[in-house]
């Protein structure tokens, strides 16, 4: 295990996330590096981008296991099928369904979108110009 997998594992660890796999997160991880060096037009990757790695992992990781329905944050499956109400008899109950109000699903996926996302706008202040 990589000092990266083991910050994002806390990291996915402090949202509830538990089981990741190591070389999952080192295999993100180095995807994430790679479209960095792509971009930047670079073969090195700077300190202050290096140090955004974790997030972008982070939010792939939950992206990548929300889509092939295999998170489970606090014991649970997130991708479990919720109700949206409940009736018995004259009593009605409504579940995450109005505004402000998140199944656990909607706030990973925009959890993960948000940490994947983090820092894009600084990989323009390292590009270099390309030259043919």
Known sequence: MSVLSNECIRKLEAMGITGADPLALDYLAEEIRNEMRI?????????????????NVCGRYIQDRL?????????????????????????????????????????FSSLAGQMSARGRGLWKCFRKIKWK
Request: hydrophobic share 35%; charged share 30%.
């Open 67 to 107: 889509g092939d329905g295999t998170l489970e944050a606090a014991g649970e499956r997130v991708n479990a099928p919720v109700r949206k109400s409940v009736t018995v008899g004259d009593v009605s109950v409504d579940f995450a369904v109005g505004d402000g109000q998140q199944t656990a699903q909607q706030y």
């Open 39 to 55: 971009y930047c037009h670079r073969d090195d990757i700077p300190e202050l981008l290096e140090k955004l790695i974790p997030d």
